[in-house]
T-cell receptor, first 114, second 111 residues
């Protein structure tokens, strides 16, 4: 079975450009999470969805970041405009609604903003 | 804000040695999870501990949840090069729907 799919795997862009990261969760999973990982700050939760509805976006750094989940099989994380400090690895994860269930992570998108 | 502190942040040891990684907080968690992450990949769940004082074993790895559910440890016996990776602890207070991650312990096992 396919796991969580993320695209692109690598993205290099220039400051000020719009960046869109994509995620396809595991079929049947009710929850979808977006994380950002850097050496300085570790793995941080940005936002999570339950049944396509955003539940907690308190980790979204600022208004330049937005996330959508138009259906159960697709989510996007958009940064507009991008800045060099946004450079990081962005992970998407999904899980079922079971308490203490496993979060399954995608391979991540490595974003570099020049 | 709930914080999880892991120690040590970096550990490099020889194959065959034993090691322990710690994950501490001043907050109480309903569960504690341990993940391992390899370069270029996402974290992969190793274990979830739920009950205070709980001990779980996964081959040469032993995980323990503190009695007060504020801390956890990971002990590896006879470490092997294949154990190399970034180990992350993560805690939750809402049935694991929202996790707070520690900074991680980067473990290197030298042959």
């Amino acid at each position: 079975d396919a796991g969580v799919i993320q695209s692109p795997r690598h993205e290099v862009t220039e400051m000020g450009q719009e960046v869109t990261l994509r995620c396809k969760p595991i079929s049947g999973h009710d929850y979808l999470f977006w994380y950002r990982q850097t050496m300085m700050r570790g793995l941080e939760l940005l936002i999570y969805f339950n049944n396509n509805v955003p539940i907690d976006d308190s980790g979204m750094p600022e208004d330049r970041f937005s996330a959508k989940m138009p259906n159960a099989s697709f989510s996007t994380l958009k940064i507009q405009p991008s800045e060099p400090r946004d450079s990081a690895v962005y992970f998407c994860a999904s899980k079922t609604g079971t308490s203490f269930g496993t979060q399954y992570f995608g391979p991540g998108t490595r974003l570099t903003v020049l | 804000t709930q914080l999880l502190e892991q120690s040590p942040q970096f550990l490099s040891i020889q194959e065959g040695e034993n090691l322990t990684v710690y994950c501490n907080s001043s907050s109480v968690f309903s569960s504690l999870q341990w993940y391992r992450q390899e370069p270029g990949e996402g974290p992969v769940l190793l274990v979830t501990v739920v009950t205070g004082g709980e001990v779980k074993k996964l081959k040469r790895l032993t995980f323990q949840f503190g009695d007060a559910r504020k801390d956890s440890s990971l002990h590896i016996t006879a470490a092997q090069p294949g154990d190399t990776g970034l180990y992350l602890c993560a805690g939750d207070t809402q049935g694991a729907q929202k996790l707070v991650f520690g900074q991680g312990t980067r473990l290197t096992i030298n042959p």
